[in-house]
């Protein structure tokens, strides 16, 4: 999702409506953002809830702890150095262990995955 250039977030509870194919949006309020981002992308640990959000100018990203009451967003003292010109950020997990992936600009055309199939013994 891309980040507003403000330094604020608006914050919205989604939940499940109450007929199919129907949702409850509700605004819950605004958190305050440390910079400006390119790139806002969440991700689960366990049961918390983090918003990672690039920041270009410092080629680097910052951690916001999401929570459901007022506080709404907490920075984490971490900052991901993940370089400049990213615009794809992608979390995966192997196993029980979380990653993330940062692509640059300049390969996000280019950029393919080849799936070596076995082949059958003669």
């Known amino acids: 999702m891309p980040a507003s250039p ?6 919205f509870s989604v939940q499940p409506g109450t007929t199919s194919n129907s949702a409850d949006v509700k605004q819950l309020g605004t958190a305050n953002l440390a910079g400006k981002y390119s790139l806002v ?8 809830s983090y918003l990672i959000a690039y920041n270009p ?15 709404f967003l907490s920075l984490s003292k971490a900052k991901l150095r993940i370089g400049k010109a990213k615009d794809t950020l992608n979390f995966f ?14 390969m996000k055309s280019s950029l393919s995955i080849e799936l070596n199939q076995p082949t059958p013994e003669s």
């Open 6 to 11: 403000h330094s604020s977030a608006t914050i």
């Open 57 to 71: 100018p410092v080629a680097a990203a910052d951690a916001y702890q999401v929570w459901t009451t007022a506080q």
């Open 93 to 106: 997990a192997l196993g029980n262990l979380s990653y993330l992936m940062s692509i640059p600009r300049r």
């Open 41 to 48: 992308e969440a991700l689960m640990v366990g049961e918390n």
